[in-house]
């Protein structure tokens, strides 16, 4: 069985302190496919984009064998744009615009050769329309899910639907609190996952991230980059990666998912090493089995 993943597909303008970019490959789902594509093939991808998307772009989706037979492309329709500034400190971003062109009426229908799928990764999408997506898959051995904000203040109601369904909610350490109204996170951990997800991974950005299941904790570090050029996407990159080693291994104790956890935040550490979705294109097994190691090496004491 393949991983399937659905989300958000669209171009990014990206302003950091350092340099700009635009029209540059984003979306929730072509990160974590990319990144879930190292270990895990072939990945199932839904979205949509409009019919500006560049016929390059699909061909180095497809070289990662990434399988596109669930993407949307609206005839005369304009792909999602998002636009930022990241302030020097880099954990600080201004959203400049976001045009939601076809992604508006995004509506997940996924084909029936994918339903099912034993693994499922929603992006940060609608938490009705993650839910929708949930309610036409079948023998699920695995559901993540992400979400943001936005969500948590303007729907809650189907958010909390959505965690009573999943398995593991990956969000950072801001969402984490207001999700559960608590400011620590140790308290906050418990409550959402009283929510129903069995496993809690918060991210902390430059300071890690931290697991919870099983009445354990791990925390995993952050790699000490010296330089990080875009920050967009990096959370998206850990899912995949975390989400792509657990589908490769089919091991979901929890010893294999601190595991997965280090492998998401390598992943992570690729993806903000250059604009857009280049650190994620041009990978070698070597390369991320050799961040992995050094990742063990800065958890190990």
């Known amino acids: 069985m393949s991983l399937l993943v659905v989300g958000s597909v669209g171009y990014d303008d990206v302003e950091t302190p350092f340099d700009k970019i635009e029209k540059a490959l984003g979306g929730s789902a072509t990160y974590i496919s990319l990144a ?15 019919e500006d998307f560049k016929d390059t772009d699909i061909k180095m989706l ?11 492309i609206v005839k005369g329709g304009k792909t999602f744009r998002y636009g930022c500034k990241y302030q020097y400190d880099l954990n600080v971003r201004d959203t400049l615009f976001t045009h939601l062109n076809v992604f508006e009426n995004f509506d997940p229908v996924i084909p029936d050769k994918w339903k099912n799928n034993s693994f499922l990764l929603l992006g940060n999408i609608l938490p009705s329309l993650q839910l929708k997506v949930i309610e036409q898959m079948k023998g699920l051995r695995l559901m993540v899910c992400d979400t943001m904000n936005l969500w948590i203040n303007t729907m809650l109601d189907d958010l909390l639907v959505v965690l009573s369904k999943v398995d593991m909610l990956i969000i950072n350490d801001s969402e984490a609190r207001l999700l559960a109204n608590e400011p620590n996170l140790i308290k906050a951990a418990k409550i959402i996952r009283e929510f129903g997800p069995k496993y809690l991974i918060i991210k902390k950005g430059e300071h890690g991230a931290l697991l919870f299941g099983e009445d354990s904790i791990f925390s995993a570090p952050a790699y000490p980059l010296e330089s990080i050029f875009d920050p967009t996407g990096a959370g998206d990159a850990f899912a995949g990666g975390f989400a792509g080693y657990l589908h490769k291994t089919q091991d979901l104790s929890f010893d294999n998912i601190k595991k997965a956890v280090i492998y998401g935040s390598a992943m992570a550490s690729f993806s903000v090493g250059k604009f857009s979705t280049k650190g994620l294109e041009n990978l070698s097994n070597l390369e991320i089995h050799d961040r992995y190691i050094e990742f063990r090496e800065l958890s190990s004491f």
């Open 36 to 50: 879930a594509s190292y270990f895990s093939a072939p990945i199932n991808m839904v979205g949509v984009v409009g």
């Open 62 to 72: 497809e070289a990662h064998n990434i399988n596109l037979d669930g993407l949307e």
